[in-house]
């Protein structure tokens, strides 16, 4: 398995445009999960899915954050209108289930904003 | 509100010393609290792992204790090498948290040859 895939890798783009983050995780998983990572916050859950379905965005930092698990295969991660201060490290990690169960990272899409 | 409390920030090691790193988790329903290694550019990933009814896990030179009345583990790196040079993270999970994996802030640990 190649592992959970994020695209893109890196991503530079203007204030008040939309971006759009992807992950593919590893077959077979059925939990999903966004993470952000900053200096400043460390690594912040932003949502999590189970078999596709959202159970908890509390960690949306706002109205301009949105996800979606269209299926068992791909999720995306939405800021728009994108801000300076989304600039950041964003992971997709996948697990087997929503128990004690080891999350697989992806390699991370680097977000500027500028 | 920081559920899983970690330090030092960062720390430094001579080869073959023994690195620590320290976690405190306030939620008692935490029933597993894994260890990640994180490498520059990598996405972290998983290192070792324990549960709270056994109170040390080892696995080579890495072990984990772990002090559940004080709500405390830690992660001991023995003989540490500079190729452990990396941010670990500790984290917690449970049902308490609805199975959000909940991380400490990291430590950038580098190890000097």
């Known amino acids: 398995d190649a592992g959970v895939i994020q695209s893109p890798r890196h991503e530079v783009t203007e204030m008040g445009q939309e971006v759009t983050l992807r992950c593919k995780p590893i077959?077979?998983?059925?939990?999903l999960f966004w993470y952000r990572q900053t200096m400043m916050r460390g690594l912040e859950l932003l949502i999590y899915?189970?078999?596709?379905?959202?159970?908890?965005d509390s960690g949306m930092p706002e109205d301009r954050f949105s996800a979606k698990m269209p299926n068992a295969s791909f999720s995306t991660l939405k800021i728009q209108p994108s801000e300076p201060r989304d600039s950041a490290v964003y992971f997709c990690?996948?697990?087997?289930?929503?128990?004690?169960?080891?999350?697989?990272f992806g390699q991370g899409t680097r977000l500027t904003v500028v | 509100q920081q559920q899983v409390k970690q330090s030092p920030q960062s720390l430094i090691v001579q080869k073959g010393g023994i690195s620590i790193i320290n976690c405190a988790y306030e939620?008692?329903?935490?029933?597993?609290f894994p260890w990640y290694q994180q490498f520059p550019g990598k996405g972290p990933a998983l290192l070792i792992a324990?549960?709270?009814?056994?109170s040390e896990k080892k696995e080579g030179r890495f072990t984990i204790s772990f002090n559940k009345s004080a709500k405390q583990f830690s992660l001991h790196i023995m003989d540490s090498q500079p190729g452990d040079s990396a941010t670990y993270f500790c984290a917690a999970i449970g049902v308490g948290s609805n199975y959000k994996l909940t991380f400490g802030k990291g430590t950038l640990l580098t190890v000097n040859p």
């Open positions: 077959s077979g998983h059925n939990s």
């Open positions: 324990i549960r709270p009814d056994v």
């Open positions: 899915f189970n078999n596709n379905v959202p159970i908890d």
């Open positions: 990690a996948s697990s087997l289930g929503t128990g004690n169960t080891e999350a697989f």
């Open positions: 939620n008692t329903a935490f029933d597993y």
